[in-house]
C-alpha cells in the first residue's frame, strides 16, 4: 500500500497505466491502492464492473476531484456531470445521435475520405496519424456545425490536443496548481480553452441569424427547450459542443490509426478485409445499406477497440455512501477505476489476448464474451451517447480507404500505446500509402468467389 500520506503516488504518477496493469495482474478482481491520500480501488472483475456501471449506477458518481480538472475546459458539461443535470443534457444531446441522424451523416463521411483519398493520389509516405486527425474533425466539426469547415477545423485541431495534453499533466499531479497562477502551464491552457469556446460561440452567434434546423447537433441543440420552454443558456451550450470535441474527436482518430497499423501488422487479416470490401461494394463508394453487410470491417474495428480502447479507463468513479462490492467493503467517496483496456486483456475472458483476432468477433464467438468485459464505449446510462456516430464514421471511413489503398508502417518504429486521458498512439507513425491495384482487386474478388 505504500508510505502514508503518498501511498503508491510516486510508482502510479510514474506509469498509471503500467502500474495498474501490474495491480490488476497480481492482485486479481478487486485492487486496493492509495495514489496519495486518497483511497482507490480497481475492479477488474465483469460482474463487478457491471455492478457499478449497470445495476446501481445512482449509487456511484462520476468523482469530483477528476471532474474539477477537467472541468477548465469542459465546464459542466455532460461527462462530469452527474444526477439531474446530466438527466437534462443528456436529452437535449440524444436527437443528435438518433439513427435517422447518424445516417444523414454517412454521405459526409464517405466524401470526407473520398477527399483525403484524391490528396493521396498515387499514395507515397504520411504522418497516418494526422490523416486520421485531420479526416476526423473534418467528420466532427460538419456533424456538430454543418458548416464548411475546412479553416475552423484546422484551429480547433490546433488548440485541442495542447488542452487535453495540458489537463493530462494536471490529472497526473492530482492536485492541479491553481489556475490564476501566471504559469506558462495556465496561460497555455486558458488561450487553447478561449479558443474552443470562440470557435463553438461563433458557430452559435451564426446560426441565430438564420435559426434554421440544419441537421447537425448545434441545431438540435439550439431548438431544444426545457419544460418552461427556455432555450438551452449560452454557458450549457458552450460546454456541450466543447464536450463533443473533445469526447468524438482524437477517440475515432486514434481507433482508426491503430486499425491500419494493427492491419498492415497482419497480412491474412489485410486480405479478409479486402474480400469483404471488393464482394460488397465492388468498387463503388460505400452508403448507409451496406453497413450491415461489412460484417468482417466492422469485427476489425471492434478488435481494434479491444486492443486498444481510446477511452483505456473510464472516468473515476465514487460511491455516495459505503458500499459491498464482491465481498469487499468500500468506503464512501473512494475513487473506482474500471479500465477496459486492462479487462479486455485478461486472458480468463479472452484466449490469448494479446493476439489480434477479429474473428472474437464473429457473430457466434461474439456471443461468448462476459458481459463487463468488452466496454470500449462504456455500458449502462453513461455509456457513449456517440458510439453509433463513431462506430459508423469508422466503418465507412475504413471501408473507403481500404478498397482503394494499402497501408504498410515503415519499419523500426516505436508502436507503443501512451495511457494519458486516452490511449494514445505515437504520434507521427510514418506509412506507406499505396494504391491497390485493379489487379489485385479482382484476385481478391476471385478467391471471395470462388467455393471452398
Ligand atoms: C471510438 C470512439 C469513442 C470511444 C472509444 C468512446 C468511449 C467512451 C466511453 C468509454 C464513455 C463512457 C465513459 C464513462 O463511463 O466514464 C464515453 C462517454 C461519452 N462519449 Fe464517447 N467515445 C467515442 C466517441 C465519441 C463521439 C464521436 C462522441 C460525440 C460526438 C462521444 C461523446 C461522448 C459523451 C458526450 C460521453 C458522456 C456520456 C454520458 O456521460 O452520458 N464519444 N465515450
Known amino acids: 500500500m505504500g508510505p502514508p500520506l503518498i501511498g503508491n503516488m510516486l510508482e502510479f504518477r510514474k506509469d498509471r497505466m503500467a502500474f495498474l496493469i501490474r495491480a490488476a495482474r497480481t492482485y486479481g478482481d478487486v485492487v486496493h491502492f492509495r495514489p496519495g491520500p486518497f483511497h482507490a480501488y480497481l475492479l477488474n472483475h465483469p460482474d463487478h464492473i457491471r455492478d457499478v456501471l449497470v445495476g446501481r449506477p445512482a449509487k456511484f458518481l462520476k468523482n469530483r476531484i477528476q471532474g474539477w480538472m477537467v472541468e477548465p475546459l469542459l ?12 438527466r437534462r443534457q443528456r436529452r437535449a444531446a440524444q436527437p443528435a445521435f438518433a439513427p435517422r441522424r447518424i445516417e444523414g451523416y454517412c454521405g459526409m ?14 499514395g507515397g509516405e504520411y504522418d497516418i ?9 473534418k467528420n466532427l466539426c460538419e456533424a456538430l456545425f454543418n458548416a464548411d469547415t475546412t479553416d475552423i477545423s484546422k484551429r480547433a485541431e490546433e488548440a485541442l490536443p495542447i488542452a487535453i495534453e495540458l489537463l493530462t499533466k494536471d490529472s497526473e499531479l492530482w492536485v492541479p496548481l491553481p489556475s ?4 506558462q502551464h495556465n496561460r497555455k491552457k486558458k488561450e487553447m480553452i478561449r479558443a474552443l469556446t470562440d470557435i463553438a460561440l461563433s458557430f452559435a452567434d451564426d446560426w441565430r441569424k438564420s435559426g434554421v434546423d440544419r441537421g447537425d447537433l448545434l441545431s438540435m441543440l439550439m431548438l431544444a427547450r426545457d419544460e418552461k420552454g427556455c432555450p438551452i443558456a449560452q454557458a450549457e451550450l458552450r460546454d456541450h459542443l466543447v464536450t463533443m470535441f473533445a469526447a468524438g474527436y482524437e477517440t475515432t482518430a486514434f481507433t482508426l490509426i491503430w486499425a491500419w497499423i494493427l492491419i498492415a501488422q497482419h497480412p491474412s487479416v489485410e486480405a479478409a478485409l479486402h474480400a469483404e ?9 460505400p452508403t448507409a445499406e451496406d453497413l450491415p453487410k461489412l460484417t468482417y470491417t466492422s469485427m476489425v474495428l471492434k478488435e481494434t477497440l479491444r486492443l486498444y480502447p481510446a477511452a483505456w479507463v473510464l472516468a473515476l468513479r465514487e460511491p455516495v455512501e459505503d458500499v459491498a462490492i464482491g465481498g469487499y467493503r468500500i468506503r464512501k467517496g473512494s475513487f473506482l477505476f474500471i479500465s477496459p483496456y486492462i479487462i479486455q486483456r485478461d486472458p480468463r475472458y479472452f484466449d490469448d489476448p494479446e493476439r489480434f483476432d477479429p474473428e472474437r468477433f464473429s457473430p457466434d464467438a461474439e456471443k461468448e464474451i462476459p458481459r463487463g ?42 508502436l507503443d500505446p501512451w495511457g494519458g486521458l486516452a490511449l494514445r498512439p505515437p504520434a507521427g507513425v510514418r506509412v506507406r500509402i499505396t494504391p491497390r491495384t485493379s489487379g489485385a482487386r479482382a484476385a481478391t474478388e476471385a478467391l471471395s468467389s470462388a467455393p471452398a
Open 75 to 86: 465546464g459542466k458539461g455532460m461527462i462530469i456531470s452527474n444526477g439531474e443535470d446530466h
Open 109 to 122: 463521411f464517405v466524401r470526407h475520405a473520398e477527399e483525403a483519398m484524391k490528396a493521396w493520389g498515387t
Open 129 to 137: 496519424d494526422t490523416e486520421m486527425l485531420r479526416l476526423a474533425m
Open 180 to 183: 490564476w497562477l501566471p504559469t
Open 277 to 285: 470490401l471488393d464482394r460488397v461494394l465492388g468498387g463503388r463508394a
Open 373 to 414: 468485459a468488452y466496454l470500449p464505449f462504456g455500458i449502462g446510462p453513461r455509456v457513449c451517447i456517440g458510439q453509433s456516430f463513431s462506430q459508423t464514421e469508422a466503418l465507412l471511413v475504413l471501408a473507403t480507404l481500404a478498397q482503394h489503398y494499402r497501408v504498410s508502417v515503415k519499419p523500426g518504429q516505436r
